[in-house]
């Protein structure tokens, strides 16, 4: 086993983001000096973790040495200072998106996009922007041209994926904080396999970047990957200094955990595929500590969703395949070439065209599907299931060059319980609460009803009072 991390004594020491905010107000260390930290770490580790897409270092150190965003000293935003990563598949004025492939010519962009607007004025610093699957469509980043992107805890297994750079850099101390975002459990799952905290958000919650707004079932949804509770509710009531979606109950400042004593239903089987005796027996656990702590357990077979739901949501994920595959010379340029498109992103595409005549009672299907979730929130506060239903997987298993029958089967005996919220749109937030027999981490994952983002964060940081998880520089 090969742990890889970048804690050491320099000026991030093992801060995290509120941390450095701290110290940054007290003048301990400068946003120039944090800055000149993180991209020594980054040049440290990722020759093993492969996690960088595109490097900004120079421009990252200018906006550091002018403030970070001083531009706009009225609204200096709480994390001034913070040096971060932004995923590769947002636009950065000033860099190419290229989406976890090689495709077609990378190209800088105009102008940030949406969430990159409201990410930058939160004032962190982007070094640059991390590696994902292609597309963000495989929950393991293992491009055979690019480069798998490895775990940190042990670099012989997946990061997990799309966000996978952001968090394999969260996890080894490069930055306190990353951007992540997630389409059918991309903040979730590497945040479980990194052991991080990550919190799908609500629908509507942040902002979108021109192309997603446009999708018939809006289910990607932009958030972070970060250490610690405290971190992750500090970043969206920043957000949501900066722009609140009044149509959503306010996520606030959130600090601590809440009094209330919750109604939990526990779900340890998804409706489509069957979880591991070892991930099962890790969720029943949480659950017991659950129970510890006052809460009210109950066990649920399986969700209450129909059976249906896992075939359309493959079929709407393949549908954006096709979207991309047929429409990437009119997306990326005259460049694109489409014979350098993995074996997933190829397949999907194949698949969708297949069945397009059942597309549109897909979407009809998801559009809806939150009918049937609304009726368990009637009778409960929260939901637990596993992150994944089973353990991390070694870099292979998932590899995007196999036949696509493999590796799709694969990918949803895997992933079979984050995709629901995506369609849905509830949010959803994964804990490192427990680990794997292979010494890995391994999430549990807490839904809530629309809107209930704040239930979420305070359940997460009275757990993580309760059982606080380890950082990897405490295991290597």
């Not at 591991?276 to 129970?291: N, Q």
């Not at 009778?379 to 196999?402: F, K, N, R």
């Not at 994952?445 to 993580?464: C, I, K, V």
């Amino acid at each position: 086993m090969q742990h890889v991390h970048a804690f050491g004594n320099d000026a991030l020491g093992d801060s995290d983001t509120v941390g450095l905010v701290e110290r940054l107000r007290s003048g301990e260390v400068s946003a120039a000096e944090l800055v000149e930290a993180a991209i020594s770490r980054a040049e440290a580790v990722n020759p093993q973790l492969n996690g960088l897409a595109y490097r900004a270092f120079d421009r990252a150190r200018e906006t550091a040495r002018q403030g970070a965003h001083g531009e706009d000293s009225r609204s200096p935003g709480f994390f001034r200072g913070v040096p971060t990563f932004i995923k590769d598949n947002v636009d950065v004025a000033g860099m190419p998106t290229m989406q976890g492939t090689d495709a077609w010519q990378p190209h800088p962009v105009a102008a940030d996009g949406d969430f990159a607007k409201l990410y930058l004025a939160t004032g962190l610093i982007a070094l640059g922007k991390t590696q994902l699957s292609e597309f963000g469509f495989s929950a393991s980043a293992e491009h055979p041209r690019i480069g798998a992107v490895r775990n940190p805890w042990n670099t012989d297994y997946s990061a997990g994926a799309s966000s996978s750079g952001s968090a394999a850099f969260v996890a080894t101390g490069v930055v306190p904080i990353a951007h992540a975002n997630d389409g059918g459990g991309s903040i979730r799952i590497p945040a479980a396999c990194n052991g991080l905290v990550g919190l799908k958000p609500s629908r509507g919650r942040l902002p979108l970047d021109k192309a997603l707004r446009a999708m018939p079932v809006r289910i990607v949804f932009n958030g972070v990957v970060t250490r610690s509770v405290r971190d992750t509710a500090a970043f969206y009531a920043d957000a949501e200094r900066i722009s609140r979606n009044t149509k959503l109950p306010p996520v606030g400042d959130v600090r601590k955990p809440g009094a209330k004593r919750l109604k939990v239903a526990v779900i340890t089987e998804s409706v489509s595929r069957p979880t591991s005796p070892e991930m099962r027996d890790l969720t029943l656990k949480t659950a017991a500590l659950l129970e510890e702590l006052g809460h009210y357990v109950e066990y649920l077979e399986r969700p209450p969703v129909p059976g249906h739901f896992p075939d359309d949501f493959l079929l709407y994920w393949a549908f954006l395949a096709t979207a991309l595959v047929r429409g990437g010379r009119q997306m990326f340029g005259p460049s694109f070439d489409r014979s350098r498109l993995d074996s997933l992103t190829l397949g999907l595409d194949r698949y969708a065209t297949r069945h397009l005549y059942r597309l549109p009672v897909a979407i009809t299907r998801l559009a809806t599907l939150r009918r049937h979730t609304a009726r368990m929130y009637r009778d409960y506060d929260v939901a637990l299931t596993p992150t994944l239903a089973h353990e991390t997987p070694q870099i292979g298993h998932l590899d995007p060059t196999a036949d696509y029958e493999q590796i799709i089967d694969r990918l949803m005996d895997w992933v079979s319980f984050t995709p629901l919220q995506n369609a849905t749109g509830e949010p959803a937030i994964s804990l490192p609460l427990a680990e794997s027999a292979a010494g890995l981490p391994a999430g549990m994952m807490f839904t809530a009803p629309l809107g209930q983002d704040a239930r979420l964060l305070e359940l997460a940081y009275e757990l993580e009072e309760a059982q606080p998880w380890p950082t990897i520089a405490g295991r290597a």
